[in-house]
């Protein structure tokens, strides 16, 4: 990669993150798809479930993933993380019962 005397300058001046987006904006092969999504289905609603104390308070009391898409669709809630219900397959909801199944019950502690 060869960088010009004026884009140096520039990096220079306003720091690190600059010098790498040149880079990044030269390089021709990209190893990775910025956009593209890694993470499944199930680890992001569970995620976005484990990070909102509403949406935790509420896995607790449910059975199974049946009554909390039914509790949370009264919100207006209709995916989480991204992901739209309708989309999940059999197997991704088995995965998702067994995660409201473990939640069921369960006492949080303030520290």
Request: overall charge negative; glycine content about 4%; hydrophobic content about 35%.
């Amino acid at each position: 990669m060869t960088i010009t005397h004026r884009q140096f300058r520039k990096c220079h001046t306003e720091g690190r993150n600059t010098l790498l987006f040149l880079y990044n904006k030269s390089n021709k092969q990209t190893n990775m798809n910025s956009t593209a999504v890694y993470t499944t289905p199930v680890n992001r609603i569970k995620q976005r479930v484990l990070f909102d104390d509403n949406l935790d308070n509420v896995s607790c009391l449910c059975a199974n993933w049946a009554e909390f898409v039914i509790e949370i669709e009264e919100w207006g809630i209709y995916k989480l993380g991204g992901v739209d219900f309708d989309t999940l397959t059999k197997e991704d909801i088995a995965r998702l019962d067994q995660f409201i199944k473990n939640q069921n019950g369960y006492e949080k502690e303030d520290f």
